[in-house]
Nanobody, 111 residues
Framework: QVQLVESGGGLVQPGGSLRLSCAAS????????QNWYRQAPGKQRELVAT???????NYADSVKGRFTISRDNAKNTMYLQMNNLKPEDTAVYYC?????WGQGTQVTVSA
């Protein structure tokens, strides 16, 4: 059983930055692609960013140029660097790997 534990969420002002982390209990990053999702109140969960086993990245149009997904295989940890945050980025952010989900971390962007 794989466990994913997120950290790094919080309250930030518009234009600010946060880095989310997702630590896996096992070495699965070399096997499966890694994903970040988010879910805002009253909205469906949406895919934000993906990084494949080979390191190819893809982003939702709404975050392109502002968010960066990365990973450290040695630490079994993936990251989401979020810059120039906007109020519409407010959501619970989840990491997902091979159908395993983290518990979510709240990101709130507000003045």
């Amino acid at each position: 059983q794989v466990q994913l534990v997120e950290s790094g969420g919080g309250l930030v002002q518009p234009g600010g930055s946060l880095r989310l982390s997702c630590a896996a209990s096992g070495n699965i990053f070399s096997i499966y692609a890694q994903n970040w999702y988010r879910q805002a109140p009253g909205k469906q969960r949406e895919l934000v960013a993906t990084i494949t086993r080979r390191g190819t990245t893809n982003y939702a149009d709404s975050v392109k140029g502002r968010f960066t997904i990365s990973r450290d295989n040695a630490k079994n940890t993936m990251y989401l660097q979020m810059n120039n945050l906007k109020p519409e980025d407010t959501a619970v952010y989840y990491c997902m790997v091979a159908d395993y989900w983290g518990q979510g971390t709240q990101v709130t962007v507000s003045a």
